[in-house]
C-alpha cells in the first residue's frame, strides 16, 4: 500500500528557479495538506485542501500556489525559488475532520534553495 | 506567539525512565488533540488521538488532555532505545480540517 506518495525526494534549486512538487495519495481522501518543516518550527502549514475543488491558505502561502488535480493529487508550485524556502515539504491527506482528522504522511522532499 | 507551544528539548532519558512531554495552546477552539512520532528523516506518523479531557491509555503510552488549563501531555512508560525520535502535539477544531502542530520535543533514550 503506497499511502501518500510525493516526488521528488530530494531537489537542489537555483534563486528564481520554479518547480512543482507533486503530491497523490490513494487512500480516497478528502482533505489535504501541505507542510514545510524547518528546525525548531515544527511543521506549519502552507496550504489544504479541505475537499477536491477546494484549496485554502495555511500560516505560511507566501511564495507557494497549490493545485488540486483532482481527488488523488495535490501539487505545490513555487514560481520563483528563494534561500528562505529551503526546507523539507510534507504532504499529508486525511479522510476528513472531525473524528476522521487522522493525517498520513509522505516521506518528505528536501529542498535546498542556492 | 504560537498558537501551540512545545518545548523543542532534547529530552535524554536512560532506558526504562519515564519520559514526559507537554504542549500548551491558545486557541478554546482546539477539540481533538493528536501526538505524532517522527523518525529521523522520515514523515510523521499518528501515535495517539483523544478528544475529551482526562486520560488515554495505548500500551506504555498514556495521552493527557486538560481542556481548561489548554494542557495535553504524552508520557512514555519503559521507554526503549526505540522510542528515540522526535515527538510532535496536534490539535485540531471541530469543524475545520487546518491541523496546527507544536515544534516538536527531539528524544533520545539511551541504552
Known amino acids: 500500500n503506497a499511502g501518500v506518495t510525493q516526488t521528488p525526494k530530494f531537489q537542489v534549486l537555483k534563486t528564481g528557479q520554479s518547480m512543482t512538487l507533486q503530491c497523490a495519495q490513494d487512500m480516497n481522501h478528502n482533505s489535504m495538506y501541505w507542510y514545510r518543516q524547518d528546525p525548531g518550527m515544527g511543521l506549519r502549514l502552507i496550504y489544504y485542501s479541505a475537499s477536491e475543488g477546494t484549496t485554502d491558505k495555511g500560516e505560511v502561502p507566501n511564495g507557494y500556489n497549490v493545485s488540486r488535480l483532482n481527488k488523488r493529487e495535490f501539487s505545490l508550485r513555487l514560481e520563483s525559488a528563494a534561500p528562505s524556502q529551503t526546507s523539507v515539504y510534507f504532504c499529508?491527506?486525511?479522510?476528513?475532520?472531525?473524528?476522521?482528522?487522522?493525517?498520513?504522511f509522505g516521506q518528505g522532499t528536501r529542498l535546498t534553495v542556492v | 506567539q504560537k498558537e501551540v507551544e512545545q518545548d523543542p528539548g532534547p529530552l535524554s532519558v536512560p532506558e526504562g525512565a519515564i519520559v514526559s512531554l507537554n504542549c500548551t495552546y491558545s486557541?478554546?477552539?482546539?477539540?481533538?488533540f493528536m501526538w505524532y512520532r517522527q523518525y529521523s528523516r522520515k514523515g510523521p506518523e499518528l501515535l495517539m488521538y483523544t478528544y475529551s479531557s482526562g486520560n488515554k491509555e495505548d500500551g506504555r503510552f498514556t495521552a493527557q488532555v486538560d481542556k481548561s488549563s489548554k494542557y495535553i501531555s504524552l508520557f512514555i512508560r519503559d521507554s526503549q532505545p526505540s522510542d528515540s525520535a522526535t515527538y510532535l502535539c496536534?490539535?485540531?477544531?471541530?469543524?475545520?480540517?487546518?491541523?496546527?502542530f507544536g515544534g516538536g520535543t527531539r528524544v533520545l533514550v539511551k541504552p
Open positions: 486557541n478554546s477552539a482546539f477539540q481533538y
Open positions: 499529508a491527506s486525511s479522510e476528513g475532520a472531525g473524528v476522521n482528522t487522522e493525517a498520513f
Open positions: 496536534a490539535m485540531i477544531g471541530a469543524a475545520g480540517n487546518k491541523l496546527t
